[in-house]
């Protein structure tokens, strides 16, 4: 359409002469009207009932197809280019608003006499004269095809995604669904469109859904969550919601299985992670009863919430074989106590062919589908009944905890009936733990049966020490927490023939039961060639070097050698000479009365045992007063992976200066636990001796 030419200004420039206002007349609203209409690209029709003509503009007649003069102003010519499938409810729609004198208003398709189709979208309303009947129809049609189209597009879009979508009007009706939210949700299209949401899906109603769809639409935002609803769907969903002018459009994926799998993997990495725990718990020391039962409790916290709702942990006593429930937790822990004492009073209420009892007896692992219906009866009344009532237990799986062929105890898993009974694969693990702690159980009892009789072999060998009139002697021997073998680890103390003491320490290269055969010559020669009584340290060692040589002992060893001797001057002078000789060993240290230590010798001796016979020894001498000290101790008490030997011997002294207002025997038990307060990595002998004040 070509504009109209803007007039010029006047001549020398002057400004043109501002338009004057059309004037407002009927023809000139009328070009108005026809002017809009036309840009809009709407054609009119006006349809005279009475007469049955039906008057086209120009822009309606082209738009169904009709050249100039060919369309014949009847209704029938307005059907007859009508699609088939569009026609009865066109026409419908049209007598619809003659009947009422109302509205018209339809969507169809047009087929052109080329083939071509177009949609159109049509709108009027019906006049009546005075007795109310209509006489006219005025109303106009527009082309929608592009946007039907588009729509097309975007419809062919939406059913070939294989995500679910559907879209809500302002009044929460269906106005569009997808394929594939026909299979997410279990409804046809025609059961779904137009119904409203909260109708068709009443368990939406206060939900996750409800909650987040109101959100979107209040405050114009898309809300992204996931949302279960129950059965008949019994889904899982992730969900996008997003607002717009028209309503409501849901974008939704069915993640059950994703959620499953998800579910699947923290289960199977919480199993892992419980294995892991319960090896780790069991590798700490065992061996007695209290020991036991500690690690057993922390079992029983770890394997709960994973393989149960609670859990009671039954031992066999490794003296008399009964049996106890040791170990419970509930993972609620308001019935933390409840399960103790159901735990405390189970054994001798319940029957004998009961579960425990059974996988006790028979070795076998045993699952209780209904712990109600095979149980409780066999309860008595009173307060096992009613802590079981108050734990509620539906389902309960029994493993023994077997080992070497031995029963000793029994795993009893518990669940609740918000929790379904234990799969394979819960059932797997629970075995698994069942067999670790059970493993774990019987190592740690074989290896206190082992570390004791080593024990009690060393210290057969290590005889009491003599208690001679001038003096105290305290001889100490404990082996290491972890080693279940004798050692080369020895002390020895007794009296000369002329009366003074000679006090031995000494460590055997090695830590077997060859190196405590040998400590033991080593110990009966040293004693032999020291008792003569005319031999200083520094001599003994060197006779006891040449007979490891000569006898072909092949083995090396440390030991201090010290001698406490007096003469009758020192005895009335309250004065004492210690005289000693170190092959290698930790240096001795000397606690005098006021309370002052001293490090006997270099912190490293002459050359160890065993190494060269012909090795110049030799022997250092100190006098004292009555009332000091002598301690000589292995290196197990001051070296080990955690300290160095230097380190140590400087604890040692401090420690020893600290602790010396103490009688000499808990002096000794002192020391030990105060530089090994995490128990002996290491063999310990110690062998000390106070001096009894003059008179």
Excluded at 64 to 70: P, S
Excluded at 110 to 133: F, H, K, T
Excluded at 482 to 494: E, I, K, P, S, T
Excluded at 521 to 550: F, S, T
Aim: include cysteine; aromatic fraction near 6%.
């Amino acid at each position: 359409m070509t504009l109209p030419e803007q007039r010029p200004g006047s001549p020398g420039g002057a400004p043109p002469r501002p338009l004057s206002p059309l004037p407002d007349d009927p023809e000139v609203s009328r070009l108005r009207f026809e002017l809009a209409i036309d840009a809009a690209g709407i054609g009119s029709f006006d349809w005279d009932l009475e007469s049955g003509r039906l008057t086209w503009d120009e822009q309606l007649q082209a738009l169904f197809g009709f050249t100039e003069g060919e369309f014949d102003s009847t209704i029938d010519a307005f059907a007859a280019r009508l699609h088939p499938d569009d026609r009865e409810r066109t026409l419908q729609a049209l007598q619809g608003a003659i009947d009422t004198c109302g509205e018209y208003a339809a969507e169809f398709r047009a087929v052109l006499p080329s083939g071509e189709i177009r949609w159109v979208q049509g709108r009027g309303r019906a006049l009546a004269d005075a007795s109310g009947v209509a006489v006219r129809l005025l109303g106009a049609g527009i082309d929608t095809t592009q946007v039907r189209e588009g729509e097309a597009r975007v419809s062919r879009v939406l059913e070939t995604m294989r995500s679910a979508f559907f879209a809500l009007d302002r009044e929460w009706r269906f106005t569009y669904v997808n394929a594939e939210a026909e299979r997410v949700l279990h409804r046809s299209r025609e059961e779904l469109l137009g119904g409203v949401v909260w109708e068709l899906f009443p368990a939406a109603v206060g939900s996750d859904f409800e909650s987040h769809y109101r959100g979107a639409v209040e405050t114009g935002e898309e809300q992204v969550f996931e949302a279960y609803y129950p059965p008949p769907l019994d889904a899982w969903y992730e969900v996008r919601a997003w607002p717009g002018p028209d309503g409501l459009s849901v974008y939704f994926l069915d993640v059950t299985e994703r959620r499953a799998a998800a579910q699947q993997a923290r289960d199977g990495a919480a199993r892992l992670a419980l294995l892991a725990e319960v090896s780790a718990l069991m590798s700490t020391a065992l061996g007695s009863a209290v020991a036991e039962e500690r690690a057993l409790q922390r079992v029983a916290q770890a394997v709960v919430p994973v393989l149960g709702d609670w859990v009671v942990l039954t031992l066999a006593d490794a003296v008399d074989g009964r049996m106890r429930d040791v170990a419970s937790w509930h993972r609620d822990p308001a019935l933390r106590a409840a399960t103790a004492t159901y735990a405390g009073l189970r054994l001798a209420s319940i029957a004998s062919d009961a579960p425990v009892l059974q996988a006790l007896g028979s070795g076998r692992l045993l699952t209780v589908a209904d712990v109600q219906a095979v149980i409780r009866p066999t309860l008595p009344e009173g307060e096992v009944r009613e802590v079981f009532d108050a734990l509620a237990p539906r389902s309960a799986v029994t493993l023994p905890l077997l080992a070497r062929g031995r029963t000793l105890g029994a795993l009893s898993l518990y669940r609740g009936p918000d929790r379904p009974a234990a799969g394979d694969e819960d059932v797997r693990t629970a075995r698994e733990v069942a067999d670790r702690v059970a493993l774990a159980l019987d190592n740690a009892r074989l290896f206190d049966q082992q570390r004791r009789l080593a024990e009690a072999l060393q210290r057969s060998m290590l005889t009491a020490p003599p208690q001679p009139d001038h003096a105290e002697i305290v001889v100490r021997y404990q082996p290491a927490v972890q080693v279940a073998q004798v050692g080369g680890d020895w002390y020895d103390a007794f009296l000369q023939p002329d009366g003074a003491t000679v006090l031995v320490i000494g460590d055997v290269v090695g830590h077997d039961t060859e190196a405590a055969a040998t400590m033991g010559q080593l110990r009966g020669m040293l004693r032999g060639i020291a008792h003569r009584g005319d031999h200083p340290p520094d001599a003994v060692l060197g006779e006891l070097d040449a007979a490891v040589d000569g006898l072909g002992l092949h083995t090396m060893a440390t030991a201090v050698v010290a001698r406490v001797e007096q003469t009758p001057e020192q005895r009335a002078a309250g004065r004492t000479t210690l005289r000693w000789s170190n092959a290698g060993h930790p240096p001795p240290l000397l606690l005098t009365p006021s309370g002052q230590v001293r490090t006997l010798g270099t912190e490293r001796g002459e050359l160890m045992l065993g190494v060269d016979p012909g090795a110049r020894r030799s022997s250092s001498a100190v006098e004292v007063p009555r009332g000091s000290t002598l301690l000589l101790y292995t290196d197990g008490l001051v070296e080990g992976r955690d300290l160095l030997l230097d380190d140590g011997i400087e604890l040692l002294r401090t420690a020893l200066a600290q602790l010396a207002h103490l009688p000499l025997e808990r002096l000794c038990d002192a020391l030990v636990t105060r530089l090994r307060p995490e128990g002996l990595q290491d063999d310990v002998a110690l062998v000390a001796i106070r001096l009894h004040p003059r008179g």
